[in-house]
Nanobody, 126 residues
Framework: QGQLRESGGGLVQAGTYLRLSCDAS????????MGWFRQAPGKERDFVAA????????VYADSAKGRFTISRDNVRNKVYLQMNNLKPEDTALYYC???????????????????WGQGTQVTVSS
């Protein structure tokens, strides 16, 4: 419980940016693949981006490609999601997740996650 903690969400206008942070200091985070997922009201939790434990590889959902960048700092045990050119359809609760999986297609599924944060709300107004 409480191994991951997200921050950085907020209410912003379309076209602007946010940087989400995930504090993974309670984990030996380099062991884990880390990912960001999001869930809008009434919808399933969707994959956004993931990065391998050593940071050597990352993958993105089509909706995130070209706008979002995932990164990690294994010294500070933090994972980041830089979100640029935000759109109203990016509005959701954003979750950080840790997994020992890295699937052949890249990333991991929600069921693969060993740990979840509580989420941080991102709201993008038009």
């Amino acid at each position: 419980q409480g191994q991951l903690r997200e921050s950085g969400g907020g209410l912003v206008q379309a076209g602007t940016y946010l940087r989400l942070s995930c504090d993974a200091s309670k984990l030996t985070s380099a062991v884990y693949s880390m990912g960001w997922f999001r869930q809008a009201p009434g919808k399933e939790r969707d994959f956004v981006a993931a990065i391998k434990g050593n940071g050597a590889s990352s993958v993105y959902a089509d909706s995130a490609k070209g706008r979002f960048t995932i990164s990690r700092d294994n010294v500070r045990n933090k994972v980041y999601l830089q979100m640029n050119n935000l759109k109203p359809e990016d509005t959701a609760l954003y979750y950080c997740a840790a997994s020992t999986w890295w699937r052949s297609g890249g990333g991991f599924r929600p069921d693969d996650a060993a740990y979840w944060g509580q989420g941080t709300q991102v709201t993008v107004s038009s």
